[in-house]
């Protein structure tokens, strides 16, 4: 029997949306500001950061490297409420269009739909921003063919963990091999590959250096028409050669 194309998994951050330089970057700093704190982000050391995933986990790796602020009785409820705080910004963002989709995304998932592929994100950014960027930018139509939404604490364990690829795989009665993930990052890359599923890289500025050697195809972005570069058939091919 051949391999047929089951799913269609898309990371949030890079893939969907160019959000870390302009978007969580900035969403950051301005948390910072609101809380009274003399700290700023730029490009390059935001970039450094990104190789913890998981934006509680960056903050905490940071101020263990640095300094905490002053006069902190609980680190965890900390973290906890300057993240909201940070979520709280970049929503603002998000909800004021600032930052359009990645050129060939709503095109790749016309596809899918039309060709009634399973479609859901597995991201470890914020649940609540995840489902904003998918129904901010991709529209509230295309939102309901998305299977699930898989983003946030709902796994204890951050990419490069399978974790929540494993779980995306459970909960939608997936088989791995037939899925398809994109993703922006060797972390993210990493953790579908341990879950046992196919992986495309759509690299970035924070990415395109690092190593996808074992992808199984990356690209500077998915493409729009007169130069498409990844479509559904693509796909197709990837899943029936693997």
């Known amino acids: 029997m051949n391999k047929q194309l089951q799913a269609l998994i898309f990371d949030c951050d890079g893939v969907l ?13 301005q948390a910072f500001a609101k809380k009274g704190l003399n ?10 950061l990104l190789k913890i995933a998981g934006g509680k986990e960056r903050m905490r790796h940071y101020f263990n490297a640095h300094q905490w602020p002053d006069n902190i009785t609980d680190k965890d409820d900390y973290i906890k409420e300057l993240h909201q705080l940070k979520t709280d910004c970049f929503m603002k963002i998000i909800e004021s269009s ?3 989709l990645r050129p060939g995304v709503a095109r790749l998932v016309d596809e899918a739909i ?58 939608l009665n997936l088989e791995p091999t037939q899925c398809i993930v994109v993703e922006d990052s060797r972390n993210g890359f990493l953790a579908a590959q341990a879950a046992g599923m196919h992986c495309i890289v759509t690299t970035n500025g924070y990415t395109e250096h690092e190593d996808f050697s074992h992808a199984d195809l990356v690209v500077s972005e998915l493409g729009d028409p007169p130069e498409i570069q990844v479509t559904i058939e693509t796909l197709k091919k990837i899943i029936a050669g693997g």
């Open 98 to 100: 600032q930052l359009p």
């Open 39 to 48: 700290i700023e982000w730029d490009v390059q050391l935001y970039g450094d």
């Open 114 to 171: 039309a060709d009634d592929i399973t479609l859901a994100v597995c991201s470890t950014s914020n649940e609540r921003a995840v489902t904003l960027v998918v129904e901010c930018l991709l529209g509230p139509e295309r939102r309901t063919h998305f299977a699930a939404i898989f983003a946030g604490d709902v796994v204890s364990k951050k990419k490069p963990d399978p974790e929540i690829y494993n779980l995306a795989a459970h909960k």
């Open 17 to 29: 949306v160019d959000t870390e330089r302009d978007g969580h970057r900035v969403a950051f700093n």
